[in-house]
């Protein structure tokens, strides 16, 4: 797991020093340095080094030209910058961005000017190197979000669901009295997921907001994005829900507009 900070020349300007970035590097941080650059392998992807962040190398001669400069002083420089990337990693996102605020004397959620974006974007990497969110997916029986949990799960993202509780040597037992138990289950298991690092989907029927916030909240509280998807689909569901109960769900659906938080 690691935390990727890029600065950004927001109103025409860096909003760090070359002091800033040495201070990083002293404190732990990974820069990328002007004079280095991202490893790749050969599909494209980054190369990673022992710490799961992107290896670095001494830069090319492919990549010298008009924005990347060796100055008088013999440092380069990408349009003035000595760096515009740093990586920290063992920490998570909360934690990086206390800390780099306590090392810069930022803040990390500055406003910079609107054509440009904000100044300084963190974002934080599982083990795998995939970026390190929670996503929630809510919809009817049968519209399809097992489905959708599957395909997340074949790169990376561990599973959950309320209804794995019921399932005992691949047989399915539903009990209405156990309902209970297995959400609080479910919400154990993501938060284990969320603690150890790891990407995960949830996918539950959530008709309404309260029953994802205790998820929402967990991964607030370690520093993780949440990405709500709403599944549409009209298919025969899988586990025989009977269509009155259905009915049900759908009468208390209630609109949840924030798609990310």
């Not at 590097?25 to 004079?35: C, D, R």
């Not at 959708?148 to 794995?164: C, F, I, K, P, S």
């Not at 209405?176 to 603690?195: F, G, M, V």
Request: glycine letters at 10%.
């Amino acid at each position: 797991m690691y935390v990727e900070y890029e600065s950004n020349n927001s109103g025409g300007s860096w909003w760090l020093e070359d002091e800033h970035w040495k201070a990083l590097e002293a404190a732990g941080w990974k820069v990328l340095w002007a004079s280095l650059e991202e490893k790749h392998t050969d599909k494209g992807d980054y190369e990673c080094d022992t710490d799961g962040t992107p290896l670095l190398v001494p830069i090319g001669d492919s990549s010298l030209g008009s924005v990347i400069r060796k100055g008088a002083d013999g440092e380069y420089r990408f349009l003035g910058a000595l760096a515009t990337h740093a990586f920290r990693a063992g920490l998570s996102l909360r934690e990086a961005v206390d800390e780099w605020e306590r090392v810069t004397g930022m803040d990390a959620t500055a406003e910079g000017c609107e054509c440009c974006g904000r100044p300084h974007v963190f974002a934080e990497y599982d083990d795998t190197g995939g970026a390190m969110e929670l996503v929630l997916i809510r919809g009817l029986p049968g519209s399809g979000k097992t489905t959708m949990a599957r395909v997340l799960a074949m790169v990376g993202y561990e599973h959950h669901e309320a209804d794995h509780y019921f399932e005992r040597g691949g047989i399915y037992r539903f009990d209405p009295a156990e309902l209970p138990k297995a959400h609080a289950w479910c919400l154990e298991r993501a938060t284990n997921s969320i603690a150890r690092g790891v990407r995960c989907v949830v996918a539950n029927t959530f008709t309404q907001r309260w029953e994802m916030q205790p998820y929402m909240d967990a991964a607030h509280a370690a520093g993780v994005a949440v990405r709500v998807i709403e599944a549409r689909g009209e298919w025969e569901n899988c586990h025989g829900v009977p269509t009155d109960a259905i009915e049900r769900m759908r009468s208390r659906w209630e609109t949840v507009e924030v798609v990310s938080a």
